[in-house]
């Protein structure tokens, strides 16, 4: 008997087709966004959940799911919207899609710094609306990308790739993680100990840490006040590791140029000042929404149901 797995949203045709060849798929085909309550009540007889960061596997949502669910293996590479704790003690497994999604959320994370930077939203803003009347030397001056310092705040997959494409920009890349990465994976890049420590370096600042109770709020207004007057802040990581208050504050003062933004506190009910200010670029979560990322995460979460399925540790289990 094929195992059966509940699949929460709709994925691509050929990550469906693979699902449908190897085991016994309850498929979302409408894409309805499920809450805690109809998870529970789909997953009755499952083997297993493939869920995506939208769905919230809360420690009472993990009490409530039925006995015989043993593995969610998430079609995502952050997995904050599961309890690890509460899974690891009802002997739950569960599994991320790390790697496959690098490329994506670093090109998110260029055109982030990038449309911050040149003004990216007031541009297109102007020529839809028709206010593009005229050219002048000063019209929609913008801050230049090539050269400056870029820090990055959290050196894991992600991180690193941004730094390897800001290179070819030119900019000097600075960074802080828990530990320092070896000089392989540094690659020239300048280690600071701490996120404080980091700040001063930061002409851009681009934010890669996970979401965890430590990093909640981890750029606040004492952070932002050692940044150098004018930065500019991208974040595709997550949007708790922002005090928006303090962000919000930095950008109507001018201390900040702009930010890009393309996460944010409880999605999609954003802070309402993001959508006033002009200088920030905003987009709606899509680090990894490219065809290639996510049929690659479609079939890495399946390698992980596979292995789970063969008797075999998952590569990618985080609980
Ligand atoms: C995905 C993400 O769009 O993988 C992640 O952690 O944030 C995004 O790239 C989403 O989570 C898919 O479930």
């Known amino acids: 008997m094929k195992p059966v797995v509940l699949v929460t949203r709709k994925l691509p045709d050929s990550v469906e087709d693979r699902l449908r060849r190897d085991y016994n798929p309850i498929l979302n085909p409408g894409d309805v966004l499920y809450s805690g309550d109809e998870i529970i009540e789909r997953a009755k007889g499952a083997d297993a959940i493939m869920p995506c960061h939208t769905e919230k596997f809360s420690a009472a949502v993990i009490a409530r799911l039925p006995e015989s669910v043993r593995v969610i293996a998430n079609f995502s590479v952050g997995y904050d919207h599961v309890d690890t704790e509460a899974a690891r003690a009802r002997g739950l497994i569960v599994t991320n899609t790390p790697e496959v999604l690098s490329d994506a959320t670093a090109e998110l994370t260029m055109m982030l710094m990038l449309g911050a930077a040149r003004r990216a939203s007031e541009g297109e803003r102007l020529v839809r609306t028709r206010e593009w009347k ?160 996510r049929i690659a995460m479609g079939f890495r979460a399946i390698d992980n149901l596979d292995a789970v399925f063969a008797g075999k540790e998952p590569r990618d289990r985080v609980a």
């Open 134 to 293: 005229d050219w002048s030397p000063s019209f929609m001056v913008g801050t230049q990308v090539t050269g400056k310092r870029l820090g990055i705040l959290g050196f894991g997959r992600v991180g690193r790739v941004v730094a390897k494409r800001a290179r070819g920009f030119d900019m000097e890349i600075h960074y802080n993680d828990i530990k320092r990465a070896s000089p392989e994976l540094e690659a020239g890049a300048i280690f600071h100990k701490t996120p404080a420590e980091l700040m001063p370096h930061c002409d851009f600042l681009a934010l890669h840490c996970v979401a965890s109770p430590q990093t909640v709020k981890l750029l606040n207004a004492e952070l932002i006040a050692l940044l150098p007057d004018g930065a500019i802040v991208v974040n595709a990581s997550r949007g708790v590791v922002i005090d928006d208050d303090a962000l919000i504050a930095a950008l109507k003062s001018g201390k900040l140029t702009a930010a890009g933004l393309d996460v944010y506190n409880n999605e999609p009910d954003i802070h309402p000042e993001y959508r006033q200010l002009t200088n920030v670029f905003l987009m709606p979560h899509i680090g990894s929404a490219t065809k290639e990322t």
